[in-house]
Protein backbone atom coordinates (compact mmCIF):
# COMPACT_ATOMS: atom_id res chain seq x y z
CA UNK A 1 0.00 0.00 0.00
CA UNK A 2 1.04 3.37 -0.67
CA UNK A 3 2.11 6.31 1.60
CA UNK A 4 -0.90 8.19 -0.47
CA UNK A 5 -3.40 5.08 0.00
CA UNK A 6 -2.71 4.96 3.46
CA UNK A 7 -2.99 8.60 4.45
CA UNK A 8 -6.10 8.44 2.60
CA UNK A 9 -7.53 5.73 4.57
CA UNK A 10 -6.48 6.90 7.81
CA UNK A 11 -8.21 10.43 6.84
CA UNK A 12 -11.29 8.46 6.17
CA UNK A 13 -11.46 6.60 9.00
CA UNK A 14 -10.57 9.77 11.08
CA UNK A 15 -13.26 11.55 10.01
CA UNK A 16 -16.03 8.72 10.10
CA UNK A 17 -14.81 8.18 13.69
CA UNK A 18 -14.36 11.63 14.63
CA UNK A 19 -18.26 13.07 14.14
CA UNK A 20 -19.62 13.84 16.70
CA UNK A 21 -22.82 11.60 17.21
CA UNK A 22 -26.81 13.18 17.53
CA UNK A 23 -28.77 13.06 21.05
CA UNK A 24 -32.13 13.28 21.79
CA UNK A 25 -34.11 16.47 22.52
CA UNK A 26 -35.78 16.69 25.14
CA UNK A 27 -38.88 19.00 26.03
CA UNK A 28 -38.81 20.94 29.51
CA UNK A 29 -41.64 18.81 30.99
CA UNK A 30 -42.25 19.08 34.88
CA UNK A 31 -39.78 15.72 34.98
CA UNK A 32 -37.46 17.47 33.47
CA UNK A 33 -37.56 20.28 35.28
CA UNK A 34 -37.58 17.98 38.65
CA UNK A 35 -34.69 15.96 37.68
CA UNK A 36 -32.44 18.69 36.09
CA UNK A 37 -29.98 18.72 33.00
CA UNK A 38 -27.29 16.63 34.52
CA UNK A 39 -29.29 13.51 35.85
CA UNK A 40 -31.38 13.99 32.30
CA UNK A 41 -27.79 13.66 30.70
CA UNK A 42 -26.70 10.35 32.57
CA UNK A 43 -30.11 9.16 31.49
CA UNK A 44 -29.54 9.48 27.98
CA UNK A 45 -26.09 8.38 28.54
CA UNK A 46 -27.74 4.90 30.29
CA UNK A 47 -30.74 4.63 28.16
CA UNK A 48 -27.32 4.38 25.05
CA UNK A 49 -25.77 2.40 26.14
CA UNK A 50 -28.88 0.06 27.11
CA UNK A 51 -29.50 0.40 23.29
CA UNK A 52 -25.88 -1.14 22.22
CA UNK A 53 -26.24 -3.97 24.70
CA UNK A 54 -29.90 -4.93 23.35
CA UNK A 55 -27.87 -4.92 19.80
CA UNK A 56 -28.83 -1.80 18.13
CA UNK A 57 -26.03 0.00 16.70
CA UNK A 58 -25.25 4.13 17.06
CA UNK A 59 -22.60 4.36 14.74
CA UNK A 60 -23.56 2.19 11.42
CA UNK A 61 -25.71 4.98 9.92
CA UNK A 62 -22.62 6.76 8.37
CA UNK A 63 -20.70 3.80 7.83
CA UNK A 64 -23.54 2.28 5.68
CA UNK A 65 -24.29 5.33 3.89
CA UNK A 66 -20.45 5.38 2.54
CA UNK A 67 -20.49 1.81 2.43
CA UNK A 68 -23.95 2.04 0.00
CA UNK A 69 -23.13 4.88 -1.95
CA UNK A 70 -19.80 3.15 -3.17
CA UNK A 71 -21.54 0.29 -3.96
CA UNK A 72 -23.99 1.82 -6.40
CA UNK A 73 -21.63 4.12 -7.79
CA UNK A 74 -19.48 0.99 -8.69
CA UNK A 75 -22.67 -0.48 -10.00
CA UNK A 76 -24.17 2.55 -11.87
CA UNK A 77 -20.23 3.18 -13.33
CA UNK A 78 -19.85 -0.25 -14.32
CA UNK A 79 -23.28 -0.34 -16.40
CA UNK A 80 -22.52 3.00 -18.12
CA UNK A 81 -18.91 1.42 -18.79
CA UNK A 82 -20.29 -1.21 -20.13
CA UNK A 83 -22.71 0.76 -22.90
CA UNK A 84 -19.94 2.87 -23.57
CA UNK A 85 -17.33 0.51 -23.99
CA UNK A 86 -19.89 -2.03 -26.34
CA UNK A 87 -20.15 1.27 -28.76
CA UNK A 88 -16.45 1.64 -29.09
CA UNK A 89 -16.01 -2.24 -29.01
CA UNK A 90 -14.16 -2.87 -25.88
CA UNK A 91 -17.45 -3.79 -23.29
CA UNK A 92 -15.02 -5.20 -20.47
CA UNK A 93 -12.31 -2.59 -20.33
CA UNK A 94 -15.06 0.26 -20.57
CA UNK A 95 -16.82 -1.74 -17.56
CA UNK A 96 -13.93 -1.90 -15.68
CA UNK A 97 -13.04 1.42 -15.93
CA UNK A 98 -16.52 2.79 -15.45
CA UNK A 99 -16.54 0.38 -12.07
CA UNK A 100 -13.79 1.96 -10.59
CA UNK A 101 -14.74 5.58 -11.61
CA UNK A 102 -18.28 4.62 -10.38
CA UNK A 103 -16.49 3.23 -7.02
CA UNK A 104 -14.46 6.43 -6.69
CA UNK A 105 -17.70 9.10 -7.36
CA UNK A 106 -19.68 6.73 -4.72
CA UNK A 107 -17.45 7.17 -2.40
CA UNK A 108 -16.70 10.59 -2.61
CA UNK A 109 -20.51 11.26 -2.38
CA UNK A 110 -20.82 9.49 0.50
CA UNK A 111 -18.11 10.56 2.48
CA UNK A 112 -19.17 14.17 1.77
CA UNK A 113 -22.60 13.02 2.54
CA UNK A 114 -21.36 11.11 5.80
CA UNK A 115 -19.22 14.06 6.82
CA UNK A 116 -21.50 17.27 5.88
CA UNK A 117 -24.94 15.63 5.80
CA UNK A 118 -27.08 15.09 8.77
CA UNK A 119 -25.58 12.98 11.56
CA UNK A 120 -28.76 10.63 12.81
CA UNK A 121 -28.52 7.09 14.07
CA UNK A 122 -30.36 4.44 12.78
CA UNK A 123 -34.52 3.90 13.75
CA UNK A 124 -33.82 1.14 15.33
CA UNK A 125 -31.56 2.72 18.07
CA UNK A 126 -33.17 5.86 17.83
CA UNK A 127 -36.51 4.29 18.74
CA UNK A 128 -34.86 1.83 21.64
CA UNK A 129 -33.42 4.94 23.34
CA UNK A 130 -36.62 7.03 22.96
CA UNK A 131 -38.65 4.79 24.56
CA UNK A 132 -36.62 4.01 27.13
CA UNK A 133 -36.06 7.97 28.46
CA UNK A 134 -40.00 7.69 27.68
CA UNK A 135 -40.33 5.15 30.36
CA UNK A 136 -37.74 6.85 32.51
CA UNK A 137 -40.22 9.89 32.47
CA UNK A 138 -38.86 12.47 29.40
CA UNK A 139 -40.64 13.63 26.68
CA UNK A 140 -38.48 13.15 23.04
CA UNK A 141 -39.01 15.61 20.51
CA UNK A 142 -36.32 14.88 18.19
CA UNK A 143 -32.59 14.30 17.76
CA UNK A 144 -29.62 16.70 16.69
Same mark, same amino acid.
Given at each position: ?????? +? $?????? +????????? #???? *????????? $? #? &?? =??? &? /??????? =??????????? #???? %?? !????? $???? !?????? %?? !?? /?? !????? $????????? =?????? @?? /?????????????? *??????????? #?? *?? %? @????
Amino acid at each position: MTPTVR +L $GVGLLV +LMLSGCSSA #KPVL *YPNPHLQSV $G #K &DV =AEQ &D /IEACKQL =AESAGAEEGSG #KAGR %VT !GSTAA $GTGI !GAAAGA %VG !GA /IS !GAAGR $GSAIGAASG =AVWGLL @TG /IFSATFGPSHPPEA *YTNFVNRCLHE #KG *YE %V @TGWQ
